[in-house]
């Protein structure tokens, strides 16, 4: 196969003579390829015209006019994060964070409602859900985003104290900061939608950690008291009570047996007395004798006389009755 050479001359004149098809077929090449455009899965193309924005397009392959619309790409199933108080180095199975450093150290020291100081650490996830908004509302709208959740954070945790912050509170900052942020983020019109809000670590700063948690332990120790004292107090308290309860149950039988007494008496004196009413003198003697028999045989020696005292036995013997 022979090697053709062209000189320069050669080169000019045919283009010269095919000038209108080559620029023909560069404007149809720059034409076909500016008209097509490709949107991910994950994305979605909102479409300028001359800087005005005309429609939003799904993902797939599209058309616009070239030289006159513009488009953005904008990746609205993708989910983003951003870390507040330390920084992702490196990303793998054994992930490395930074928590050193002016920006984080800044971002991370917090003032508590009891005027305490927390070390905290989040992490806010979010995605698009308006391209428009979040292109054309607010400039720099991750940024803005950035500095309404350390605000909104720092709101919600100066309402707590420390403890709160600390332990039992976490899990109720978060949420509470989720909800300011997603309103905030629609009232601002970034067109982004919070999908979770997590508080990754929480801790005293290192200049009073070894104070805080002295505080703490004294804390724990009084809560140890505390308990002890319950503890003991649950015992002592109802065995007293049971003790009282018998006395009291006691003092209610014993009265009811004096009452009991009293009445039989009461009852025994009404009948001897009816039977006086009957038969008066009957009734004193059977007294009178019923009274001696109960009587003489608790006397020693005994010495009986008549009434005028002139007989007498001298003595009987107390087995002679």
Not at 117 to 132: E, F, G, I, S
Request: no cysteine; aromatic share 8%.
């Amino acid at each position: 196969m022979n090697n053709q050479e062209f000189s320069v001359d050669e080169i000019q004149q045919y283009i010269k003579r095919h000038y209108k098809t080559i620029v023909s077929v560069i404007v149809v090449l720059v034409v076909g390829f500016g008209s097509f455009f490709q949107i991910g899965t994950e994305e979605e193309g909102v479409v300028t015209r001359f800087g005005k924005h005309v429609r939003t397009v799904a993902p797939g392959l599209k058309m616009k006019i070239p030289f006159v619309e513009k488009v953005y790409k904008v990746p609205v199933e993708r989910q983003k994060k951003q870390e507040f108080g330390f920084r992702t180095e490196e990303a793998n199975i054994s992930t490395q964070y930074s928590r050193t450093g002016t920006v984080t150290e800044d971002e991370a020291i917090m003032l508590t409602g009891d005027l305490n100081l927390a070390n905290v650490q989040w992490v806010v996830q979010y995605r698009v859900n308006d391209p428009y908004n979040y292109l054309f509302k607010v400039r720099e709208p991750d940024n803005t985003l950035r500095d309404l959740s350390e605000a909104v954070t720092r709101q919600i945790v100066g309402d707590r104290t420390v403890n709160e912050v600390l332990t039992v509170g976490r899990a109720e900052i978060a949420s509470e900061v989720k909800v300011l942020l997603q309103e905030l983020a629609r009232e601002y019109s970034l067109g982004i939608e919070i999908a979770q809000v997590v508080l990754q670590d929480i801790n005293p700063p290192e200049s009073v950690k070894q104070a805080f948690n002295a505080v703490n332990q004294a804390q724990q120790e009084r809560e140890t008291l505390i308990n002890e004292a319950k503890s003991e107090y649950n015992k002592v308290i109802p065995r007293a009570r049971g003790q009282a309860q018998e006395t009291i149950q006691k003092a209610e039988g014993y009265a009811t047996m004096r009452v009991n007494n009293a009445e039989g008496e009461v009852a025994r004196f009404n009948a001897l007395y009816d039977e006086y009413i009957r038969a008066p003198e009957v009734t004193k003697r059977r007294i009178y004798l019923e009274t001696l028999q109960e009587i003489l045989p608790k006397l020693g020696d005994k010495i009986i006389t008549s009434e005028n005292g002139n007989n007498m036995i001298p003595l009987l013997k107390k087995e002679m009755n």
